[in-house]
Nanobody, 119 residues
Framework: QAQLVESGGGLVQAGESLRLSCAGS????MGWFRQAPGKGREFVAA????????VYADSVKGRFTISRDNRENRVHLQMNSLKAEDTAVYYC????????????????WGPGTQVTVSS
């Protein structure tokens, strides 16, 4: 059973970068999701258990990069060129599937970390 904890959130200005980390990834397929105020949770990025394949939401493609370090049991989300619309609580999640864009496929979730981008 995975126990996930996110870190690295904060307040930045538009155009700046942040790097989120998620501890406890094990050998699961991992995903990042986000939930903005008043909106549902949406898929951001996912990576397979050994990092061979990644998928991204169109809204972050080219700006965000998901990676993992299995020696340190961590998954990272490098977020560049941040926009105000990236403001949300970011969650990491673990799946026994190879990878997935869908919340229903993820069994374990972290508590989330707040990212706020000021314009």
């Amino acid at each position: 059973q995975a126990q996930l904890v996110e870190s690295g959130g904060g307040l930045v200005q538009a155009g700046e970068s942040l790097r989120l980390s998620c501890a406890g990834s094990g050998r699961y397929g991992m995903g990042w999701f986000r939930q903005a105020p008043g909106k549902g949770r949406e898929f951001v990025a996912a990576i397979t258990s050994y990092g061979g394949n990644t998928v991204y939401a169109d809204s972050v493609k080219g700006r965000f990069t998901i990676s993992r370090d299995n020696r340190e049991n961590r998954v990272h989300l490098q977020m560049n060129s941040l926009k105000a619309e990236d403001t949300a609580v970011y969650y990491c999640a673990a799946t026994t599937s190879m990878t997935s864009r869908y919340e229903k496929d993820y069994s374990y979730w972290g508590p989330g970390t707040q990212v706020t981008v000021s314009s």
